[in-house]
């Protein structure tokens, strides 16, 4: 398994961590959104990446992000392309003390409000840092289907300062709505500040 997916769910937790997080703080990570060819972000793709950084940008961590369009990637710390699909994106989790490079955004998923889309983008943002899905444990809790995700080898640690039960508002559960924000919600931003 390369990383964990978020896919849309019909209208129908706290927050965890893998074992493996970003380190060397304070940091800037460069993110780019790709625009070369079939991979390439469509318009409504990149306003959405534009607001799931500044969704970033406006916590109080130590790490800033910055966000430029374009095909030479090699320098950047997370790459966000599109490939084909229903909807939904995918990414992996930090190693070596960095965040995971690649994320993929499925074409379908412009199909959707662009908030929806910014939602997706926020959500794989947040799996490259090292956040978990808040509903591993039980994902029919979002996705109305599916059992429990494996702990490890990656680790579902549990973020102090959160709360216990489950956590309706998060943009990391494992399945979103047609009528998400596209925002982070209040124990989103309390687990990323309290981490980072």
């Given amino acids: 398994m390369l990383g964990s997916s978020l896919y849309y769910k019909g209208p129908v937790g706290e927050q965890y961590h893998t074992y493996n997080l970003v380190f060397s703080l304070p940091r800037t990570i460069k993110i780019i959104g790709y625009t070369g060819g079939s991979l390439a972000l469509d318009s409504k793709m990149k306003t959405a990446l534009t607001w799931a950084v500044a969704n970033y940008n406006s916590l109080n961590i130590g790490m800033n992000f910055t966000l430029t369009f374009g095909t030479n990637?090699?320098?950047?710390?997370?790459?966000v392309y599109k490939v084909s699909g229903n909807g939904g994106g995918q990414a992996g989790f930090p190693s070596g003390g960095d965040p995971y490079k690649y994320i993929q955004i499925q074409d379908g998923t412009?199909?959707?409000d662009t908030n929806v889309?910014?939602?997706?983008?926020?959500?794989?943002?947040?799996?490259?840092?090292?956040?978990?899905?808040?509903?591993?444990?039980?994902?029919?809790?979002?996705?109305?289907?599916?059992?429990?995700?494996?702990?490890?080898?990656?680790?579902?640690?549990?973020?102090?300062?959160?709360?216990?039960?489950y956590?309706?508002?998060?943009?990391m559960l494992a399945c979103f709505s047609t009528s998400e924000t596209g925002e982070l919600g209040r124990y989103d931003r309390v687990a990323l500040e309290y981490l980072y």
């Fill in 117 to 165: 889309v910014e939602h997706v983008m926020t959500h794989e943002i947040g799996h490259c840092l090292g956040l978990r899905h808040t509903d591993w444990f039980n994902r029919s809790l979002s996705c109305g289907v599916g059992g429990s995700e494996p702990e490890d080898p990656y680790g579902a640690v549990h973020i102090p300062t959160t709360p216990s039960g």
């Fill in 110 to 112: 412009s199909n959707f």
């Fill in 73 to 79: 990637y090699s320098a950047y710390d997370i790459v």
């Fill in 167 to 171: 956590d309706p508002n998060s943009v």
